[in-house]
């Protein structure tokens, strides 16, 4: 259980890559979902299940954070 809140953690905190709302929501979904489906995969909890909570959670924290909380420069599509 630690694993899955560490890396619940560490995709929270990685979700703030641009400068609009849109770009952090976007980067942090994308960013979340990729570690919730490796939490999954690493801890048997299925990786789909893993990638759709990671998804939403990092999808949240980049949208409810802006460029001053947390600042990991320009997302690779702009």
């Known amino acids: 259980m630690h694993r899955i809140i560490g890396v619940i953690f560490a995709a929270l905190l990685m979700a703030a890559c641009g400068e609009t709302t849109t770009d952090r929501a976007l980067s942090g979904a ?4 990729a570690a919730g489906a490796g939490a999954g ?10 990638a759709i909570i990671g998804g939403v959670l990092g999808g949240g924290a980049g949208a409810l954070t802006d460029e001053d909380d947390i600042n990991l420069g320009r997302p690779a599509w702009d």
């Not at 995969?41 to 893993?50: E, P, Q, V």
Request: no cysteine; proline share 0%; hydrophobic share 35%.
């Open 41 to 50: 995969a690493l801890t048997g909890g299925g990786i789909g299940r893993g």
């Open 30 to 33: 994308g960013i979340g979902a």
